[in-house]
């Protein structure tokens, strides 16, 4: 299976910042990776796939790239309800594998 | 607007099975591939299984492969989980999804439903 390595596991940042998670893959993927969003209680939401291709209503502040084999999600201009926890997924191979996650909470 | 409601999960024993159902509305449910996902209390998100639009092709995760079985009734617009020898390790929110593309399997989700909570426990 291939291993997504997400970090980092929580950051803490205020509104207005910029922030960056990476998730690094076990093996070439391409650009099969996608993020989500995840606030507690509630189902995941899609931002990101293709590594950086935005989902229509996602805002602009949300941004993926990708260099080999690390992907970043940068978000520019920290949202009070950008705070939640975010997610990558490989969509290179089955079984589709997630990141560990990374809590994105208030400074 | 697309909904996905969840339902049938539940307290079960470890060994014991449970259907999870998927009510879907609000998209044309014959045409999409549909999922299986699930999270643990406190931990991450591990995608279980998916079911091609036509049922002919299906997908698991090893650690379920065997015991649960996805399958689906497009006459009427729901998804299915079957769930049999149920271990400590299988509790979790279970979320059906469909899917925004895939590729033989390969899935990215798009919408998903609020989940439904099994927990195998004795």
């Known amino acids: 299976d291939i291993q997504m390595t997400q970090s980092p596991s929580s950051l803490s940042a205020s509104v207005g910042d910029r922030i960056t998670i990476s998730c690094r893959a076990s093996?070439?993927?391409?650009?099969?990776l996608g993020w989500f969003q995840q606030k507690p209680g509630k189902a995941p939401k899609r931002l990101i796939h293709a590594a950086s291709r935005l989902q229509s209503e996602v805002p602009s502040r949300f941004s993926g790239s990708r260099s080999g084999t690390e992907f970043t999600l940068t978000i520019s201009g920290l949202q009070p309800e950008d705070f939640a926890t975010y997610y990558c997924l490989q969509l290179n191979a089955v079984p589709v594998t997630f990141g560990q996650g990374t809590r994105l909470e208030i400074e | 607007e697309v909904q996905l409601v969840e339902s049938g999960g539940g307290l079960v024993q470890p060994g014991g099975s449970l259907r999870l159902s998927c009510a879907a509305s609000g998209f044309t449910f014959n045409t999409y591939w549909m999922n299986w996902f699930r999270q643990a209390p406190g931990r991450g998100l591990e995608w279980v299984a998916n079911i091609k639009e036509d049922a002919t092709e299906k997908y698991y995760v090893d650690s379920v492969r065997g015991r649960f079985t996805i399958s689906r009734d497009n006459a009427k617009n729901s998804l299915y989980l079957q769930m049999n020898s149920l271990r400590v390790e299988d509790t979790a929110v279970y979320y059906c999804?469909?899917?925004?593309?895939?590729?033989?399997?390969?899935?990215?989700?798009?919408?998903w439903g609020q989940g439904t909570l099994v927990t195998v426990s004795s």
């Open positions: 999804a469909n899917t925004y593309f895939c590729l033989g399997g390969r899935c990215y989700p798009d919408f």
């Open positions: 093996q070439g993927i391409g650009n099969d």
